[in-house]
Structures are given as structure tokens and as C-alpha cells.
């Protein structure tokens, strides 16, 4: 329960701390923190326009988008208590929640039969379909780490003491952080500031959506942002200290998260269209790396 | 006494061609019917009161062939039925364009082909003993042939027809010689029961290796599949969703059967079949998104499918091998659910493409667009298909690939270094596959049904009858079920486990898990109700608008001219695995002097590797000796009695010398 209002309260802030910091960095005047809330606000208040050309699938697809990942939330465990939801092996339930989501947006842009929104939309069927072997394989590593797996079991038994387990981390961390930088379409796989359709990934999916359908994917995108932010939170969070500093930690940890997603969009530089499966598919090797070190540590590999 | 009732159906159902043809789909129903309810029946009672049931069936060369029945042949025998019956409801109202085309007689030889390729796999399941076993086989090769050339005007269909004909053939071939070989080097009897003396006393890497090419023919292994993306486009849409729902599981059951004997040395099959299905799911499904025609690219899916039961498969056989139970369990328990899934909504994508291609005649899907205003029901049960066979949550395929899933997480830590290696690879493979099923489904459904018309063979397209519509609806409701309420099919999945290993038990620790996962999924469904709610309320009090899609500010070309395609939507996959699917782009480039650019064509086309490799080249070697072969085939009857005399002078020679 506390992981849910948590990742509630850190997902209304995070994109508004992200722009804040690359306002700043970019020297520009900063907006508001809230101005994220604002813009789905004043959504909400609007009215919605349909393109005669689509279906029900695009009426249908934002609300299932929306919900697959508002479910994915509940599996979030937080400093050794389980989600709401935890069963053994539910983080293979999570990683195909999010894909049905992410079906019903691909097609629902097709829906549209513009030129444009195909294009995003294949794009993102393509990295969403590379990046998926790097979380299977960290969740695998993890797995042969701790000999658990649903989500809960797998931060709870996570201890890390030696120098090796601390590469699984750091190198958990980073396939973490990108893995969320990949399914939100941020740099540098996707510029969510351009302004040319041509290159767009996510953004171009979604033009045609607006009123009430937009506001629901806004708020998407918040929320799968503070569902990485809280698993990788979870590795530094320990179930022995108290509630408070758990709270402190974890907030601490969004905050950071939501730094970093902010300085490394202000500095880097969107790759090259062509560029990126190969660049995604290094995560998955990454993540095979933290495999290895898990069969280190397990002895199952045995080093002279 | 139902054996008795038994026979007397399938010697009925000659009486098809006395006949007219508006009664014999009915007739057919009604003998389907009686086929269903005895062979059902007896696969209910092996699931609940008897272990093995036999039966006196027929005598062949005066032995008694009896049919034997046990827990893995009933499962086998249900879903046989089940398909079967879709597949005749839904061809009554497919075959109806054919009628005027067709006469009688030809209309009553498809059904009674279509009865007899039940009747077939049918006994196929049930018969142990190797001769009847071989015969029963090809008269389901036979009969299949049948059904594949029903379009027996177009040659294309033919020349299709005979290379699946020929195919079957060379695994009949090697089931031949695995039956021979165990036979000659035991002298066990003639049998499958036969074959645990020869696995217990011999390597049995070798024979398992004859009958996994000669049932592998069948199911469609990558690099054996070359028949498959041929022969289920020919055939008319309710063959190919049996064909490719249950015929080709057949296969899979040869070499469950086979299996079942074997005791020792597991460890190299298991690994074989694993890396074998590894290949046919990612080759497979890699191949399926550059496919134009529909049926082409349900077809290859079928191998992607194939090689997910294989990995299941593989996996529980090496969980056997290491002693490891949960794998073991979990490994068969996935794969062998998934035989049944995967058996459900690869025929219900058959059946809605098949109701597509009745109403568009084209199997193209560059031709079509936006049929989802036009054939919503359709286009909804082909959603489902597709949702379900990319292995997503709340459907059926979610469970099988779930089990194999949790099988292979859960063994990580027990297992050694080889089997983790194996398991990495096992379960970023299946991830892989995956992925790239949700990235072809996406884009054939998108195709199909949403956009607009991409020519004027959308234009006047109506729904199908209903009785098109009612087989979708039954399959729709059980993959919903085992999406849902996955607890039921866990009892009887562990019956059919129960063959390979004795931990059944560790299956129903899985039902905790599965109420779990229907309560994520009613959760999940939920939400998604309480948001839509929400809409409506919010869209009642908002205006709610039409305009056009936006095109970027250019307003002059209608959306259907600059909307995606199947190849644009394909192409940046293509790129990435160029050297894989073989792509070929033919088009003229732009003449620097040409100011305003004339219409001009581009085409796409992609061909098999293994194809071309293994089938297309030897062949065209072979013609090319058989051609040279061909001088003495003269035409003169003089040229042919001089070769029987130089004949009969060569035979005299060698009897004299005592040579012959």
C-alpha cells in the first residue's frame, strides 16, 4: 500500500523536476514544477477530437495503455514488503502487462493511417521489442542471485556484502535507468522536444490523440517513470531500517532518478535512427554481464 | 460397444458421395458428432477411472490391432476434436462461394476427406502398433493432400500439393527405418510399446534422431518446415486452421510418444530438441514479418509456435536428465498446455483470415486496410488471436509461455553452469521471440483492419454469415477461459505430465500462482472499466469532435496514399536481419533530370534461406542428372524393346557366371 501512494505522490513530480533541471541547465527560464500537472489539467477540462479515419481501437487503446500500467504498479515492492500483488514469478506478468499496453498504442496508432504516426509506431514496436531480453535477463540474474522470483522476494533476499555483488548493482542500476530512458522514448533513443515528425518515436504515436485520451498517456509516461525510479530504489532501500528513513531513501532516490533523467537529456545528443537497435541490444549484453558476475558469486564459475 | 458404434460411423461416412451437396456439410456435422462423442468419452474415462484404455479396433495380416488410449492420447484426442468441429462449422459457410464451381461428388470427397483427416489423427494418437501406426499416417498425409489441392484448378495449388505430398513421404521414409532398426536389433515387437527394449539396451541419440526428422516433417522444425508456408496458404482456411491447429501438433505427439520411452541418456535429446526449437521460434517468427500474405505469415508463425513447444519440451527433457523436477514439470507442463493454446488461436487466425480473404479475394494484405468498420466481429476475434498467440495477459498463451517461464527462473540457482548458460539463452530466446510476435501482430492486425482501404478490394466488403462467426466465438470463449480461470486446466495437465515425470505435484503448487494472476488480470480489467467510465462521464460534459488525422499541415493526398504498409512497417526489422530474411527490393531509381516524379513500381521479395538451401538447390541438382538420364526416354516403343532385350541378355550373362 505504501508503495503505491508513493509511487503516486513521486510520479506527479518527476517529469516536472526533469524539465525544471534541463531548463536550468540549458539556461533558460525554469518552469513551474507543477506545470506537467497543469498541462493534464487543463486537458481533462477539454474537450476530444476523433479522426473520422479511426476506429474503436484508438478510442479503446489510451484507457488500456493507462490501465496495464496503473495495474504494473501494485507488483512494486517496497523495502521488503511485498506489492499489492506479488506471486512467484509475477515479474514475467509485469514485463507482459506493460507489452499489451504497448500493443493497443501501436495500434492504435496505425489506426490513425498516417504516414507519420506508422512510422513512431513501428519504431517503438522495434526498441520495445529489443530492450525486452534485458530485463528478462536481469530479473534472471537476480534470480539465480537470491533463488526468488517475484518481485519482493528478489530486493528482499538481494544482499549486497561483496565487492561482486556490487557489480550486479551498479550494472543493474544502469540497465535499470536506461531500460525506463528506452520504454518512456527519452534520450537518447527518442528527443521528446523535437519538432520534426520524421523523427519522433512516442511523440509522433500520440498526435492525434487529445482531450481526456491525451491526459491518460501524460500520466502513463509519469507513472512507468516512478515504477523504475521505486525498483531501482529498492536496491538501496533496506527492510531493517525504519519506515521513515525508508520514506527519506526512497523519495531521495526518485529525486536522483529524476536528475539524472534531466542531466543526461540536457548533454546527450539523440542517437542516430539507425543506431539505436544496436545501441539497446548493448543493454541486453550489459545485463548478460550482471548474469555472469551472479554465477561468480554462486560459484558456479570458479575464478583462479 | 462403442467401439462397435465407432466403426460403423467411419464406414458411414462413404455414404457422403450418395449425397447432393447442399446436405453434406450437415451430414458431415452429424457423423463429426458421433466421432466426437465416442472418442471424447473414452479420453474422459482414461482422464478419470482407468489408467490405459484398450480397445479391439480391426485385424490387420491376422494380428489384432487394438486401440490404446492413455493419458497423453486423450489429451491429444480432445483437442483433435475440438479443432475438427470448429473447422466443419466454420467450412460450411467458407465452401458455399465453391458450390456453383464444384460438383457433387467433388464436394463430397473434400468432406469425407475432411472427416478422414479427423478419423486419422484420431487413430493416430490411439494406435501403438507400428505398422497400423504407419499406415494410419499416411492416410493422413493422404487425405491432407486432398484437402491442400481443393483448388485443384489453379496448377499452382497442384505443383503446392505435390511438394507437401512429397515431403510427407521422406518422413514417412525415416519413421519406416526408425520402426525397422529398433525391430531388427531387438526383436521386440513391431511396435511403440516395442521400442523401451531397444532405448534401454542402446544409445538412443540415433533412433530418437530417425523419428524426430520423420515426425519433425510433420510438425515443421526449422530446417524441415519448407512444406509448411507453402501448403497452408493453398488450402482452403478451414483445412489450414486444422492443419496448422492440430495435424502438425501430430508430429509433436510422435515425438512426446517416442519419448516416453526413453529413460536414459536424456540429456543430448533434451538439448537437441531445445536448440532446434530455439532456431524454429526465431527463425520463424523472424521470417513471418516480411510475409505479405496473410495465410504465408499465420504459417510461419506455426513454426515460431512449434519451436515454443519444443522449448518447452526440450527443457522438461533436460529438467529429466539433470533430475531436476521443476524443470522437468514446469518444462512439459508449458509445452504441452501450449500445444493446446496455440492449437485454439491458430485456427481462430486462420478462420478470420479465411473469412477476410472470402469477402476481399486476396491474401494480400498491401491490398487491404480498415476492414474493421466493415467486419467488426471479425476484426475483434482476429485481435484476440493475435493478443493470444503474442502471449499476452488475460489469454491463453500467456499460461503456457508463464509455466516455462517460472520453470526455468525457478531452476537457476539448483542448476549447474551448463544448464544456466542453456536457461539464459532459453529464456532470452523466448523473450526475443516474444517481442518479435507482438512486433508482426501489430502490424498484420494494422494492415488488415485499421486505416483506410489500400484498393478497391476493401470496397464492398460486408460481415460473413454467422455461421463463419459461431466457431470464433467457441474458440474465443476457451481462450478466455484459460486465460482467466488457468486454475481448471491444471488437473488435467498434470494427468498428462504424469507420462514423463512423477512431481506432478509441483503443477498444482502452481494454482496459488495462477488465481494470482486471473485476480492481476480481474484487477486489470477492472481498471480499465472504471477508467472508461470516467471517459464517458468526462466526454459528456466536453464536446467531442471529427476531424481529420493530421497529416503535418499537407492536406492534399488522402491518408490511404501516405499511410504505412506492411513492407515500410517491416522495414527497419529487415534492416536489422538482412542477411537472415533475404529481402530483395526492385525498383527504377529517380533520373536526376526528372523534375516532377512519373509513378513508378516497387516490389519487396523475400525468400526462405533454408529453403533455397536445402530443398530448392539439391532439387534443381537432381533434375539437372535426372534430365541427362532423360536421352534414353526416346518415345519409340523400338528404342524400349531393345532395352528389354539388352535387359533380359545382361540377366542371362549374370545367371550363367553365377553372379545374380
Redo the contacts between chains.
Sequence with gaps: MISLLLILISALFFVGIVTKLKAKIAARKMPSIFQPLYDVIRLFKKGTVYSPVTSIIFKVAPILYFSSILSAVFFIPFAGEAGLLSFYGDFVFFAYLLAIGKFLMIIAAMDTGSGFEGMGANREALYSMLVEPAFFILAGSVALFTNNISFNELFANLHISTNLSYTIGIASIYVLFYIAMVENSRMPVDDPKTHLELTMVHEVMVLDNSGFDLALIHIATWLKFAIYGSLISNFFIKSDWNIYEQIAIYLGVQFIFACLVGIVEAFKARNKMNKNPQWIIVLSAIAVVTFLTALIITQKITLH | MTIIFFQIIITSTILLFLLPKRHQNNISIFLQAGIIVITSFWAIQTFTIVDILELPFIYLLGNSIPLKIDKLSAFFILVINFTSLTGLIFAKGYLKPYFPKKNDTEIAFHYFNFLWLHISMLLVVMIRDGLAFLIVWEIMSLVSFVLVIFESEKKETVNIGLKYLIQMHIGVVFLMIAFIVAYTTTAAEFSFDGLSVYFASNNPFPLFLLFFIGFGIKAGFIPLHSWLPHAHPAAPSHVSGVMSGVMIKMGIYGILRVLSYIHNDLFDIGLFILIISLISGLIGVSLAIVQHDVKKLLAYHSIENIGIIGIGIGLGVIGLSQNMPVLAVLGFGGGILHILNHSLFKSLLFYTAGSVYKQTHTRNIEQL??L??KM?KTALFF?LGA?AI????PFNG?ISE?LI??G???S???A??LI?II??FS??GL??I???A??C???V???I????GRSNRTQNVTEVESVMILPNFMIGFLILLIGMVSFLIVQPLMNVVSIFTENTSLLSEMI??FN??S??SG??IS??GI??LL?DW??KR???????????GYTAAN??L???TAT??A???V??SSKLVNVKKEYDNFDVSEIFPQERSFETHSSDVFEDNLVSKPAKIIFHFLEKIAVFQTGRIQDYLLYALVFIIIIGILTYFNLI
Design positions: 486496410g480498415g474493421i468498420k467488426p485481435l493478443l503474442s502471449g499476452l495477459p500467456f508463464f517461464y517460472s526455468m527462473f525457478r537457476l540457482q539448483t549447474n553452469l544456466d536457461l539464459l529464456f532470452s523473450a526475443i516474444g517481442g518479435l507482438i512486433f501482430f501489430t502490424k492486425f494494422s494492415i483492419f485499421l486505416g483506410t496459488p500462482v494470482n494472476i485476480l492481476s484487477i486489470f481498471i480499465i477508467i472508461w471517459r468526462q466526454q466536453h464536446q467531442v469532435t471529427e476531424n481529420d488525422t493530421w497529416g503535418c491518408p490511404a501516405h499511410q504505412y515500410s512497417y522495414d527497419n526489422f534492416q536489422i
